[in-house]
């Protein structure tokens, strides 16, 4: 199973764009790439998902470089709301196969 | 309901006491997870369902944990003698589709 390697926290403030990169060199061909985001006392809930290239919806942006090794969650003009843990997970998208969790990256963000 | 549903939200068990989580998937999801949070964010993965059956059960340490999804009921986490190194927040997930899984909020149990 692919591991990956995320920034362990970031500061930001409200309006701004935030960026984080996620790691992930032996993603294997059928991998897909989720984040979830975590609040406190919260169980993780999923933002993104995508194989390849650009993913938009209405939260957030995946980028996915071609070979795939790396991918950037994008979070438009966050607010303090936006406070969380951040996972980029590695994985099989269906059925019953486990999905390993990275350590998460810390966003916080001040007002 | 749109939820999976834990309970309790909180149990407290002496050492080697026996402790029993449940988790409610949603309806219509095939496939049922429980993972391990334990200190600093981390996650284990514990065992998978696809219906009643296990499908991948490699993170389970087996001589205390077991684990069921039966038809009509919620599935359960049980673990016998319980230890300190098993306190931690379980969660259990649901998923159906290519789009993710969906996470109750959890039980967090404390063995004193």
């Known amino acids: 199973l692919a591991k990956t390697t995320q920034p362990i926290s970031m500061d930001s403030y409200e309006g701004q764009e935030v960026n984080i990169t996620c790691s992930h060199n032996n993603i294997a061909t059928n991998d897909y790439i989720t984040w979830y985001q975590q609040f406190p006392s919260q169980g993780p809930r999923f933002i993104i998902q995508g194989y390849k290239t650009k993913v938009t919806n209405e939260v957030a942006s995946l980028f996915i470089p071609a070979d795939r090794k790396s991918s950037t969650l994008s979070l438009p003009r966050v607010s303090l709301s936006d406070t969380a843990v951040y996972y980029c997970?590695?994985?099989?998208?269906?059925?019953?196969?486990?999905?390993?969790f990275g350590a998460g990256t810390r966003l916080f963000v001040k007002a | 309901g749109e939820e999976v549903a834990q309970t309790p939200k909180h149990l407290v068990r002496g050492e080697g006491q026996k402790a029993k989580l449940y988790c409610a998937p949603i309806k219509g999801h095939s496939y049922v997870f429980w993972y391990q949070q334990v200190l600093k964010n981390e996650f284990k993965f514990l065992i998978s369902?696809?219906?009643?059956?296990?499908?991948?059960e490699t993170g389970m340490p087996k001589e205390r944990f077991s684990a069921k999804c039966l038809p009509n009921s919620p599935c359960s986490l049980e673990i016998q003698a319980t230890k300190l190194e098993d306190s931690a927040v379980y969660f259990c997930?649901?998923?159906?589709?290519?789009?993710?899984?969906?996470f109750g909020s959890g039980t967090r149990l404390t063995v004193v």
């Open positions: 997930a649901s998923s159906q589709s290519t789009y993710g899984y969906t």
């Open positions: 997970l590695v994985g099989a998208s269906t059925g019953g196969f486990k999905t390993i």
């Open positions: 369902f696809q219906n009643e059956n296990v499908f991948d």
